[in-house]
């Protein structure tokens, strides 16, 4: 009779290297051995994106899927399109894309580095880290940390593809935690989701609570996009 617990594998440490081949480390069953679901997890590297051959065949190993929904998370920071083509599904879709800017809701690698256009252009010292990684059939879900510096005006999109409201640069800096669900297809992801504290980002970002300059300052921000967004709309289509 077949046992009716998932048969999850969990992943305490990823540790990657820059511009080389990330060490994932083996797997461990949790089924088998109930002792490594309460390991404690060790302290890890900051990612960064790593080239990748395109994953070829379907029914991949759990170190490989593994390595894929890290290196497309590694992606954001420093990626470029041939780094999402490697590692992203041409049907791809992000979940998270209703409060990102139009470009963001479609599918695929494009799709996907709008998403990196749209981070980084708020954030600088941009980065990732991998603390628990748990792969159970397609799906790899993996929690850690984004940190950076808000230094551009971070932009909130409407499900309509309007923007809602800006926040103003404050230069200052945040660590948050982040849980993300990364489907795999053929080697590549093609459904992504989170989970993220952001009350803690706010928080610690300096946008709550606000001060009254600092709301006229995300006002005229706010001000700045829409108008941005209205130009873009109106450009005609090369």
Same mark, same amino acid.
């Given at each position: 009779?077949?046992?009716?617990?998932?048969?999850?594998?969990?992943?305490?440490?990823?540790?990657?290297?820059?511009?080389?081949?990330?060490?994932?480390?083996?797997?461990?069953?949790?089924?088998?051995?109930?002792?490594?679901?309460?390991?404690?997890?060790?302290?890890?590297?900051?990612?960064?994106?790593?080239?990748?051959?395109?994953?070829?065949?379907?029914?991949?190993?759990?170190?490989?899927?593994?390595?894929?929904?890290?290196?497309?998370?590694?992606?954001?920071?420093?990626?470029?399109?041939?780094?999402?083509? %490697?590692?992203?599904?041409?049907? /791809?879709?992000?979940?998270? +894309?209703?409060?990102? !800017? *139009?470009?963001? &809701?479609? #599918?695929?690698?494009?799709?996907?580095?709008?998403?990196?256009?749209?981070?980084?252009?708020?954030?600088?010292?941009?980065?990732?880290?991998?603390?628990?990684?748990?792969?159970?059939?397609?799906?790899?879900?993996?929690?850690?940390?984004?940190?950076?510096?808000?230094?551009?005006?971070?932009?909130?999109?409407?499900?309509?593809?309007?923007?809602?409201?800006?926040?103003?640069?404050?230069?200052?800096?945040?660590?948050?935690?982040?849980?993300?669900?990364?489907?795999?297809?053929?080697?590549?992801?093609?459904?992504?989701? %989170?989970?993220?504290?952001?009350? /803690?980002?706010?928080?610690? +970002?300096?946008?709550? !609570? *606000?001060?009254? &300059?600092? #709301?006229?300052?995300?006002?005229?921000?706010?001000?700045?996009?829409?108008?941005?967004?209205?130009?873009?709309?109106?450009?005609?289509?090369?």
């Amino acid at each position: 009779m077949q046992s009716a617990v998932p048969n999850w594998t969990s992943i305490n440490k990823v540790d990657v290297r820059h511009k080389g081949a990330p060490h994932m480390p083996t797997t461990t069953d949790t089924t088998t051995n109930p002792a490594a679901a309460t390991a404690t997890v060790p302290a890890v590297v900051r990612p960064v994106v790593v080239r990748a051959a395109r994953p070829t065949a379907s029914g991949l190993d759990r170190d490989t899927l593994a390595d894929v929904a890290v290196r497309n998370i590694g992606a954001m920071v420093d990626g470029d399109l041939d780094d999402f083509v %490697a590692l992203t599904h041409p049907r /791809a879709v992000n979940r998270e +894309a209703q409060a990102e !800017p *139009p470009a963001t &809701r479609g #599918l695929g690698p494009e799709a996907f580095l709008a998403t990196a256009h749209w981070l980084r252009a708020a954030f600088s010292d941009l980065s990732f880290t991998i603390e628990e990684i748990v792969v159970e059939g397609d799906l790899v879900v993996t929690h850690g940390t984004m940190s950076g510096r808000h230094t551009g005006d971070f932009v909130i999109w409407t499900p309509s593809g309007e923007v809602e409201r800006a926040f103003a640069p404050t230069g200052r800096s945040f660590t948050v935690h982040h849980a993300h669900f990364q489907r795999i297809r053929d080697g590549l992801v093609i459904e992504h989701w %989170a989970v993220r504290d952001d009350q /803690a980002m706010a928080l610690q +970002a300096g946008w709550i !609570p *606000p001060t009254p &300059r600092y #709301l006229l300052r995300c006002a005229l921000a706010t001000r700045a996009a829409r108008r941005a967004a209205r130009s873009a709309q109106s450009a005609p289509t090369v």
